[in-house]
């Protein structure tokens, strides 16, 4: 069926270290997945995608990795600091064919605390 | 470029009364989403316009709920009547339209709306 899920709800590191936040898919033909942050009263803000094609992808002090052999992927953030503290949301973009756009299919999310 | 806003981001009602909610999306996006974050749990997708028609409606939960997006500009999202259950946060994203059927852009996300109901 169609999930999306996180491994682990709570995430602490200390600041400076890297983290790292799980998901698992289960629909093997998703093509496009998302990173969002969630940071209280906020809506979810876009950090980076991946497209299926790919199995790494890197931007500003993230990284997500993709390995769909197992349906799996993660996001990677370098030398975390307090400001990256918030609820981080994998999403699987689901187009059905020769449709617009299309929906997001969320995970529930892994609350990162960042220790000074 | 104003991002998308929602309208209001509070309310608060009691069971059985109406409310609306109102999501403005950036100036120029075709696409048009709603979801909705109940208590603990994921955001779920509710539905999806493109201009003014509904491209996928398969979220809604019941005929309680109604949006509508005249004119394809900005959209309403109605509970009538509204239970208990309806309590959440209810989110709204848009994104540009594509020239290719079948691609994908980023959703941008509002603020969201906390509805409580009691």
């Known amino acids: 069926g169609e999930s999306v899920g996180l491994h682990l709800p709570t995430l602490s590191v200390q600041e400076g270290d890297n983290s790292i936040i799980n998901c698992a898919y289960s629909?093997?033909?998703?093509?496009?997945f998302i990173w969002y942050k969630q940071e209280s009263g906020k809506g979810p803000q876009f950090i980076i995608d991946?497209?299926?094609?790919?199995d790494k992808r890197q931007g500003q002090r993230v990284t997500v990795l993709l390995n769909k052999t197992v349906k799996h992927l993660s996001l990677q953030i370098a030398a975390t600091q307090p400001g990256d503290s918030a609820v981080y949301f994998c999403?699987?973009?689901?187009?059905?064919?020769?449709?617009?756009?299309?929906?997001?299919?969320f995970g529930q999310g892994t609350e990162l605390s960042v220790k000074p | 470029e104003a991002g998308v806003t929602q309208f209001p981001s509070h309310s608060v009602i009691e069971k059985g009364q109406t409310v609306t909610l109102r999501c403005d999306p950036i100036s120029g996006h075709d696409n048009l989403y709603w979801y909705r974050r109940v208590m603990g749990k994921e955001i779920k997708f509710l539905l999806h316009f493109v201009k003014e028609s509904k491209q996928d409606e398969s979220g809604m939960p019941n005929n309680r709920f109604l949006a509508e997006r005249t004119g394809g500009t900005y959209s309403t999202l109605k509970v009538q009547p509204a239970e208990l259950e309806d309590s959440g946060v209810y989110f709204c994203?848009?994104?540009?339209?594509?020239?290719?059927?079948?691609?994908?852009?980023?959703?941008?996300f509002g603020p969201g709306t906390r509805l409580t109901v009691l």
């Open positions: 629909n093997s033909a998703s093509d496009y």
């Open positions: 991946i497209r299926s094609n790919m």
């Open positions: 994203a848009s994104s540009p339209y594509r020239k290719l059927a079948g691609g994908t852009d980023t959703q941008y």
């Open positions: 999403a699987e973009n689901i187009v059905p064919p020769g449709n617009q756009g299309g929906k997001l299919i």
